[in-house]
């Protein structure tokens, strides 16, 4: 009892030394400053969090807390002049007791048992919010994890979805500033702290500091070589399409092909104003950088980061971000192949739980939507929010360490299922109530893996799901054929490659190329050039001479040599393919056609064209020299 009045004591003599000041009661606020504090939280749910309830009912088991405090010193508090009461509830306070009443019952029968017998009413809430401030007396006080307001983030929602874990986000709070602050200061960096940014990363950015750390990761603060006068040229675009007005609302039909398929809003914390502000950008993007969207997990990137950044700071940031981390490195692979991927290194780590895969037959498509959205639609909101502090700092690669370590900490639970219908109720049950991912982040950092290692068992799994390419090899090798197999339309590797035309075979002419290619669709042209590099064109049109474009919205330009690409129809405009008497033209718009050929396959050239805003497909020699030519078709 005496260890117990002695720390009570000692709070309230600390909160004397404080002074008043500190206190939500302060005697010696002024009524303009209370008024605007309570009218803040007037509107707003009182968090009462997990922590909050385990040191009440330690309070609460231990009733001679209230019954030896020393009331006598409460009273030689000096109140300010005109002031009768110790002790007055403000809008927060009350709000307070009201909801831990009813979280912890217990406490209002110790305050029955006590009042007025003992003590009373006032003196009861007046030793409770004394004893309590050194326990959670921030929260109390207004403190919190919470960045300054944002007008793109739902405030309310918001705060509601951090309210299970707010002991532990304030516990790792005042480190975690005083570390990045000192980084960005010094212009620390995860090549030059490794160990030191790993643990911090895993430990979680406060959201005090995310718009900056995010940028900062990203390259995007003043002083980095951020995208040249990127956020003034998004102001730009964004007047040039919708006007002076922020407000501009883009219909949800003209986002279809640009956001994924069922993609919605409601695992996002966004206002209205953000969720325009989303639609709005990714229009942007669809028009000046479709390249970005050929990564699935863009859309969700940006919702995440609206949540802290501007529009303007998130356009910035989002180029930024997929030219120099690993989000590009990996845009040559489809999404459909990160699953299987995933197993493949899997063996390694999981070896028991890949065999019970195996055995029950379970399809790993679960895995697809970890990848392409970023865990957003499995995982709670906060710990989303732990990931992205990684996956911005370390790319793809982070994905696939934490896709792991999250089949590494459940597998000796897993592995106990009988049934597929068992391994995906148990799953996402373990996933849905992931609120603090500390050790998943330790134990995802342990694993000995690479970005080699992932590329490598990413084409592995490619290789193997592919035909065999003996009979159509010739100016592409087999592993430059699996890499243009992935960009096909699903319904065409269903089918094999067949030649219809080469060119050291059937000779350097167009006219010849059409009776060879006559009434078969689709195609795909692949051309070699003087400088060696290798490119083409998938046409879903049969070739045939016309005085107008021709195709449709499947077809692309690609390059495979030196290093693989496709180049997707931008909805610019619809000039897919022209062939007339002397030549063939694919894409318009911009700086010319995407890749022009003259009637002899001899003289070609290719520039930016807005059909499908590629880059130039010989390189910094726009013209160039047709050395070879192969027409496939499908069969």
Known sequence: EMEWLASAV??????????????DHDAGATKDVEDEEEDSVSDEEEIITPGMIEVVRSLVSHPDTWENFPLEMIETISLPEGQNSAFQFTKRQLKHANAIIKEVPELDVLRYNLCPRTLSDEQFWQIYFLVTKRNFGKMLNGESDDAPPHPLRDEIEYKRCKRNILDVLLQKRESAETFWKDAIANGRTIKTDREEFIFR???????????????????????????????????????SMFGETQMFKVEEELLLGVLPRNFTFEEYFLSEEGVEAMKRMMWILSKQRPDLLQLPYVPDAVCIMLHFLSEEEVYATIQRVVEENSWKEFSNFPISLYGPALMHLAKMFVPELCVMIQELYIDIDFTEVWFSRLFITVLPFQTVLRLYDCFIAGGVKVLFRIALAILKSLESSLVTCNSESEFHLLLPEYLSGLTDPDEILELAYSFPIKKKDIIASIKIVRDHECPDFTEVLGIMSRDQWSSLWQWLPDRQKLQIPKRAFYSNMNGFNLTTMLNKCEGIEPLVMIFKSDAQRIFGVYITRKLEKSTHYRGTGEMFLFRIFPDPKKFPWTRVNAYYYMIDSGSLAVGGGGDGHGLWLDDEFDRGSSQRCETFDNEPLNGEQKDFRCMEVEVFHFV
Not at 224 to 235: G, L
Request: proline fraction near 4%; aromatic fraction near 8%; charged fraction near 25%.
């Open 10 to 23: 000692k709070v309230f003599v600390d909160i004397v030394d404080d002074g008043l000041s500190s206190l």
């Open 201 to 239: 990363l895993g430990r979680g950015i406060p959201d005090t500091l995310r718009r900056q750390v995010w940028m900062y990761l990203a390259g995007c603060l003043e002083g980095e070589s951020a995208p040249k006068n990127a956020t003034e040229e998004y102001r730009q675009l964004s007047n």
